[in-house]
């Protein structure tokens, strides 16, 4: 996920992503817990995306607030 797709949403779209992207991680944490993981790279990839989602929203909060 591109920051530049990422500042294009809406906060809706944004709290939309980050909980779907919360519910990935935890499947994923799941998965590898049982060794069915297969991706162990898309474990560091939904990370830093809930970390990008998270930075963009926080910034457009604090421009609103401005």
Not at 18 to 39: C, I, S, V
Request: glycine share 2%.
């Amino acid at each position: 996920m591109k920051a530049e797709n990422i500042r294009t949403k809406t906060q809706d779209q944004l709290a939309d992503d980050l909980a779907a992207l919360k519910k990935e991680q935890f499947n994923l944490r799941f998965q590898k817990a049982t060794g069915q993981l297969e991706k162990t790279a898309r474990v560091k990839q939904v990370r830093r995306d809930i970390a990008r989602i998270k930075t963009i929203a926080a910034e457009k909060a604090a421009a609103k607030k401005a």
